[in-house]
């Protein structure tokens, strides 16, 4: 059986206004070279540890979201990957399979006190490539972009936890994020494109 904890749960995960069923098809932003890798293969074992919800695969369901990972990946490899493009991997999941089979996953409905507690804890974690949870997946409101910052005042006693969790909630729209950790929640991915932003796209 699988063991689902939901926080501040507002609908039921098989209803349609559930947070995971907006997930069905999702974005992962990224460069071309990494994008066709992922076409062929996906490695949790490539993704970082500091992270959000720790090392996994991530997509969102924006769009927008996805293409300002893409460029932001783009503008971090411009000196080290020649000719390299910025990518989005265009996913769809069975999201009622993915729901009903895995062992374990956590959704959180909004950004609450258990949301950013739980990101402290994984990006402290991370910061020593250590996993905090065994959840095969996450899923989740993105936080504010200054978390890096905020760790190091956090760990320098410079600001107390609670000023570290006011600090992340995001700003203005809440985008959401799914970080999929073990090959049984991979396995739930039943078809992948890679589509170069502004020039073509591959299926697979």
Not at 84 to 109: H, M
Not at 172 to 201: D, P
Request: with cysteine.
């Amino acid at each position: 059986m699988i063991f689902v904890e939901y926080c501040n749960m507002l609908s039921c995960i098989e209803g349609e206004r559930g947070l995971l069923n907006r997930f069905k098809k999702s974005f992962h932003g990224t460069i071309d070279v990494y994008a066709y890798s992922i076409l062929e293969n996906i490695d949790i074992k490539k993704g970082r540890h500091f992270t959000d919800f720790g090392q996994g695969f991530y997509v969102t369901s924006s769009y927008d979201q996805a293409k300002e990972w893409a460029m932001k990946k783009y503008r971090d490899h411009l000196n080290s990957i020649s000719e390299t493009k910025p990518a989005i991997v265009q996913l769809w999941l069975d999201i009622e399979a993915l729901s009903r089979y895995v062992k374990s996953a956590l959704i959180f409905e909004r950004p609450d006190d258990k949301w950013s507690e739980f990101i402290y804890n994984c990006r402290k974690y991370g910061r020593k490539n250590v996993m905090y949870h065994s959840h095969d997946f996450v899923c989740g409101p993105l936080a504010d972009g200054k978390i890096v910052p905020l760790m190091n005042k956090v760990e320098r006693n410079e600001i107390s936890l609670l000023e570290f969790k006011q600090h992340i909630l995001p700003r203005g729209n809440i985008v959401n994020q799914l970080s999929l950790h073990t090959e049984e929640a991979l396995a739930y991915v039943f078809h992948k494109e890679v589509h170069i932003i502004e020039t073509f796209k591959i299926s697979s």
